[in-house]
């Protein structure tokens, strides 16, 4: 168990709907990163939060948006949902300013399915 | 652009063999390299870390190597068992505080 929790574990939305994925980092972790992960692929990095900030995006378009909390738990918000918005979403959280800084740990994930 | 490569299709070995998973990288000169392991509708959890300066790293039954002039990573699990069943993914870090580039993953299936 890495400690780092997301919510919901599965979620129904059709197109053009708006969703919002939910994690709570590991204690004493500053940093939390977002991944989606299409079938058969790898995760693909989409933002990352420090201390409130977004630091550093993937290539994805600005209906992907995010949240970081003073107690550094973190959300993920699309908008106008499409299809393939389909993917398991990870969040990993990490702890920057120390040499391990570079690893991730991850949540489960949640599964969103867009019909 | 950058492309990271792992053999697409599962790697099937028998219980008590040593799996061997590569990874390939292009047009990337990353600061390490990581290994992860990721079970069915889990997230990826960290296995090994390797620099670039370094040239081996070994974890109880995990040894990694990482060859930045081949631009090669191999990762190799010994004495492997059925538990070790998973998808291995391999990821790239270009240093500092900058997040992974992960590769597709591999498949291992060992069977007793």
């Known amino acids: 168990e890495t400690g780092v929790t997301q919510s919901p574990t599965h979620l129904i939305k059709t197109r053009g709907q708006q969703v919002t994925l939910r994690c709570s980092s590991q204690s004493g972790h500053n940093t939390v990163s977002w991944y989606q992960q299409a079938l058969g692929q790898g995760p693909q990095f989409i933002f990352q939060y420090y201390r409130e900030e977004e630091n550093g995006r993937g290539n994805f378009p600005p209906r992907f948006s995010g949240l970081q909390f003073p107690n550094y738990s973190s959300e993920l918000n699309v908008n106008a949902l499409e299809l393939d918005d389909s993917a398991l979403y990870l969040c990993?959280?990490?702890?920057?300013?120390?040499?391990?800084?570079?690893?991730?740990?991850f949540g489960s994930g949640t599964q969103l399915s867009v019909l | 652009s950058q492309k990271i490569e792992q053999n697409s299709e599962a790697l099937n070995i028998q219980e008590g063999k040593t799996a061997t998973l590569t990874c390939n990288y292009t047009n990337y000169s990353p600061a390490y390299l990581q290994w992860y392991r990721q079970d069915p509708g889990r997230g990826p959890v960290f296995l090994l870390l390797?620099?670039?300066?370094?040239k081996e790293k070994r974890k109880e039954r995990l040894k990694v190597t990482f060859d930045t002039t081949l631009k090669q990573s191999l990762f190799h699990i010994t004495a492997s068992q059925p538990a070790d069943s998973a998808t291995y993914l391999c990821?790239?870090?270009?240093?500092?505080?900058?997040?992974?580039?992960f590769g597709k993953g591999t498949m291992l299936l060992v069977s007793p």
């Open positions: 990993a959280s990490s702890l920057r300013g120390v040499a391990t800084n570079e690893k991730l740990f």
């Open positions: 390797i620099r670039e300066n370094e």
């Open positions: 990821a790239l870090g270009p240093g500092g505080y900058s997040t992974l580039t």
